[in-house]
């Protein structure tokens, strides 16, 4: 999902573990870059569109713009694709790829064709593939040509898929496919290039995050809506005209872009408390006539100053590094792989066991969102039951979402990572239980737990990689993580043969396997961080110890005294 959900603006003034405040001066010269690749890999291009901009230097109510502007686009275009359960009952009666079942399931009346609903379900799995593959090269895009760039290749990318859906049935060869590639591809170009908008304001970095994120979570509910409509116009409103509706969009975000968006992402805390600290270093201690000039340039750089501090709150951002060194604290593993190359991070137990366990989390979410109705209708032995079960869950999935959002930040901020993940991994199993119940109840308790836990999981895998293995490298790990997680979910369609072709239609042996195969990775994880986060905090004792000085108690030094 989010490649910055649980990074904040204070990211780059967090110190290297085992310093102190004082002892970290180039901590402070970090940044997050969304890039994949390594710093060695990728050497900076230096001109001056890339350089990030103060937001100080932007007008106050622009900056509001802007992150109004994104919140909008992003609830529209940023996720949609995750609502195929949605819009898959108006494909299925547009008839959509209806010409690959055979005459005589045609003839016997059948909803939808074994072949019919492989190619359905490809669709949203290529789809799913795509966004999380994108975030490889999104990432480099925008650290070396800005987010203007990034949201206007979104904005092509959703006009192409868009077009491609709208006149797919005319095409001479498959367009849905393509169509909703380009759909998926769109969403994160401009979703990921709206994070560094949360440095637009730097004290309510939180709420912006907050925002974008729960406009992603909402914008899957974008299908249901048509779905609402297409059903209340009696199928008169069709897919191809909603997807030229919908053009819309795409044509929105290029003119704001283009427009009031920033051509370069704004600066971090740290960046700024860099600022601060270059413009307290220069002096104007002789000024005469000759020197008038100095004076001016000082002056401006104590307004300068001022702004900042306005902005951020002090001129140094101690308070908030505090807050973000008690956090790393509850972690009990923040700071396990600084300083490593990216190399021995994805070699160590810390990267197998976590990217293990989202490459089989991913593919069961993803599974259960693009099989959910033929998987209740055979549980539940009801087709109107089924669909009663696919409505609640299409508007429980953008809800959840919005609702889950400010407890998450709460659980991650104030609970150990062992804690984290132990969660998980028992909420996890309690879905996988529930979802091989044929009853009415726990199919709703299955959804509600569900539609909660998703955004929890992905905003934790994310908050591990930050603490576990550190910014320098959170492009370039996260980003195979997901990218891995995103090429294992091709075996949906192996899933889907082998449910109808094996197993006769029912989902609980594939669901079991599922099951089993996350118990055993998620309890060998917490078992490792469990073991490694007591290893730390050992190793911390430890080294406070041999660090304490000798306090020499009075009158020590003379005996007679005491």
Known sequence: MSLLERVTSFESLAPERGRGLSESPSSRDRKLSFSPLPESWDPPMVTEGQQPIGAFEVPYAKRIWQVVIAVIYC???????????????????EQVYRNFCTPDEIKRGVRTCYEQEIHLNLMFTIAAVGTNVAALPIGHILDTYGPRVCGITGSFL???????????????????????????????????????????????SGLILALLTGAFDSSSA????????YQWSGGTFWPKKFFLVYLVVPVFILIVQISVMPKASYKTIGELVKQVEEADDVYDDQIDENTALLRDEHQHRQSVVSEITDLIGSKSGVTHLKKEEKKNKISGVWGAMHGKTAAEQIASPWFILIALFTVIQMTRINFFVATIRKQYEFLLGSYDAAVEINTFFDIALPLGGLLAIP???????????????????AIATTIGVLG?????????????LFVLYRPFYYTAVSDFSAKVFGFRTFGTVYGLIICLAGLF???????????HMVFNGDPVPVNSILLSAALVVGTALCGFVGYRAYQMRRETLVHEAEWTRETIMPGAQSPDRL
């Open 75 to 93: 609830l529209f275009a940023a996720g949609i694709v995750f609502g195929y359960a949605a819009i898959k009952p108006v494909l299925i009666r």
């Open 158 to 204: 959703l006009a192409i898929g868009a077009l491609l859906f709208a006149f797919a049935s005319q095409l001479p060869f498959d367009g849905y496919i393509p169509g909703y590639l380009f759909l998926a591809l769109g969403g994160p170009f401009v979703f990921i290039s709206s994070f560094q908008l949360s440095n637009a304001f730097p004290k309510h």
């Open 222 to 229: 974008l299908f249901l809506i048509y779905r609402i409509i």
């Open 407 to 425: 407890f998450i930040g709460v659980v991650l901020d104030h609970t150990s990572t062992f804690f984290v993940l132990s969660a998980l991994v």
């Open 436 to 448: 091989c119940l044929p009853y009415t109840w726990a199919a709703y308790s299955n959804i509600c």
């Open 489 to 499: 979910n091709f075996t949906q369609s192996g899933l889907d043969a082998v449910t």
